[in-house]
């Protein structure tokens, strides 16, 4: 395989004098044996996505490494100095379980303080909501965590946070960008002043425990009739779940000890992603060992939470994102509404791929649903535009909610507990999670989801991608499953047009590369390439009334029949 010129120019930058010699005999061996990793390594830079910088750690520009890490680091130190050039600077930084977050986690912590930056850097892997809650604590200008969520083992990333404890938006965001590309490796500086870093644990741990505590219990009643099996998935929420739950009431925890351990292999799941259900196997039969009421388990830097729940036959289910975030929404405008705290003024979060039923809900109530861009930094993004409208709570479909505003970020710690608040509430009912539920469906329409992620890898993998967004815009289809298109929206274009009419009108939400086909029957499919995977994923919604909660496994089967309809038109059958 022949190198291409533009990648031997980059090699040739790495193989200077900048660069360790390790780091130099790595690509020399690559060189020589395998040309095609040598050009995956090297064909692009890694940049920030919808959740901030991740990839496959090794040596190389398209890799995760000390070098690609410490530019960012030091691209980011410029833009705070000049961002706050009268301020003392500090940051804050965590990292999770990963293989070399560790490692990588106190380069970028030497990187800060050989620019002068003041560092409070944990001093072992802690959950990313905590890290979020530690920018605000500490009073700190920004914060980092060294995570690659629920990705493959040989994945890492870099997430940064800004003041307000959410995740770097614009303008920061760009500025930031900006700065990192403006300079050189040979820019970097690694010598660090040991004096400015402090290791924190304890102080923060307690804080952000009993602001989890306070946050996340509603005085629910049947705790000491309440099962819990938790699963940390080899990640970090070991380090304080099992005690918020504790401090809440919750006695009856079982928590599965084979993945208790943080392990970067994640040796007893395929994928550490609670999204997917054999995550959950150990678990699942762990309670029914124990006779749970509820399995909780959390993806390895504790951001998103997977539950299942017994349906009306007493088997265990894993309900999706959707059905987590409306049920924990639900509950809190119910106790906001209760409290006498509902004005008008009040808004709840979602993205614009989840679940239509977030607002249904909002209108119901009586308060705002927002809808942002996938990711949580939006949702941190509409509180701190909006301070004149306090923040109930909020999701997005994959596994996350945060509950009210003192952490900016999914937070899987908080919510586990709301949820058993929920759970334990309801049992005590005599009902269940599962019934509540389908009352919802009854109540607010039934609404059903599906996501489909195709992966796609390498270059060839990104090309693909591209083609199939390229075809969706530029060949739009007039049916989906027999049900004319009413409505595209693209975001990337931000131009929404009426499909019926031809009336386009601007669309208000930041540029992305997202396409939203609406149609006749209420169906929603969304299109989007991942930003932090080598994946395209396609978001089904459909949803019609279901009467009775009796009339629901019928209306589901339904349902289904018309999202498999959908896959099969489109082709984007896994």
């Not at 919808?50 to 410029?78: A, P, W």
């Not at 930031?176 to 400015?196: C, M």
């Not at 975030?325 to 003024?345: E, P, S, Y």
Request: net charge negative.
């Amino acid at each position: 395989m022949q190198i291409e010129e533009n990648i031997l120019k980059k090699v040739n930058e790495w193989l200077s004098p900048a660069f360790d010699d390790a780091t130099k005999e790595n690509i020399k061996e690559m060189m020589e044996a395998s040309p095609k990793e040598l050009t995956e390594a090297f064909y692009k830079d890694l940049e920030f996505g919808t959740g901030g910088m991740r990839g496959i750690m090794g040596t190389g520009s398209n890799r995760i490494n000390r070098y690609t890490l410490g530019k960012n680091t030091q691209g980011l130190s410029n833009y705070l100095k000049k961002a706050y050039p009268d301020e003392h600077l500090k940051v804050a930084i965590a990292y999770d379980c990963r293989h070399n977050s560790d490692t990588l986690a106190r380069v970028v912590a030497e990187v800060f303080s050989a620019n002068g930056i003041k560092v409070f850097l944990f001093s072992a892997l802690r959950p990313t909501p905590e890290l979020s809650f530690a920018v605000k604590y500490l009073g700190c200008h920004c914060g980092i965590v060294l995570t690659a969520s629920h990705n493959p083992p040989e994945y890492n990333g870099y997430k940064v946070y800004w003041t307000d404890g959410g995740q770097i938006v614009p303008p920061q965001d760009t500025g930031i960008v900006a700065e990192i590309n403006s300079i050189s490796f040979e820019d970097i500086r690694f010598t660090p002043k040991n004096e400015l870093i402090t290791y924190v644990d304890k102080d923060v741990d307690e804080a952000f425990i009993s602001a989890s505590v306070k946050n996340g219990s509603f005085n629910a009643r049947g705790k000491d009739n309440f099962r819990i099996v938790f699963t940390s998935l080899h990640g970090t929420s070991i380090t304080t779940l099992p005690e918020v739950l504790k401090r809440a009431g919750y006695e009856n925890v079982y928590i599965v000890e084979e993945q208790a351990t943080p392990d970067g292999d994640f040796p007893t799941v395929k994928s550490p992603n609670p999204e997917e259900p054999e995550a959950l196997t150990i678990a699942m039969q762990k309670a029914e060992e124990t006779g749970a009421d509820m399995v909780i388990g959390t993806d390895p830097d504790s951001d998103r939470l997977g539950i299942a729940v017994r349906n009306r036959e007493g088997k265990l289910m894993l309900l999706n994102g959707n059905q987590t975030m409306v049920l924990m929404t639900k509950f809190l405008l119910d106790q906001w509404k209760n409290d006498g705290r509902i004005t008008g003024k009040e808004f709840i979060g979602s993205t614009i791929v989840s679940t239509p039923m977030m607002h249904k809900l909002a209108e119901a109530y009586g308060v705002e649903c927002k809808a942002g861009l996938t990711g949580f930094k939006w949702i941190a993004k509409m509180i701190k535009d909006h301070p004149e409208q306090p923040f109930i709570g909020g999701g997005e479909e994959s596994f996350g909610f945060m509950v009210g505003d003192f952490v900016r970020d999914k937070d899987a710690v908080t919510a586990s507990l709301l949820a058993c608040e929920i759970a334990s509430e309801a049992k005590a009912e005599g009902s269940t999670l599962y019934e509540k539920l389908l009352q919802m469906y009854v109540d607010f329409g039934f609404y059903k989801e599906h996501l489909v992620s195709l992966v796609k890898k390498g270059m060839e993998g990104a090309e693909e991608i591209r083609q199939i967004m390229t075809d969706l815009r530029n060949k739009p289809l007039e049916t989906i499953n027999k049900s004319r298109v009413t409505r595209i929206e693209d975001y990337q274009s931000s131009v929404a047009r009426n499909m019926i009419t031809g009336e386009e009108e601007p669309i208000a939400i930041p540029k992305s590369n997202v396409l939203i086909y609406y149609t006749e029957d209420g169906s929603k499919i969304a299109a989007r390439p991942s930003g932090t995977e080598p994946k395209i994923k396609f978001y089904v919604s459909v949803n019609t009334n279901l009467p009775s909660a009796d009339r629901f496994e019928k209306t589901e089967r339904e349902l289904q029949q018309r999202i498999e309809n959908i896959i099969l038109e489109l082709g984007i059958g896994a």
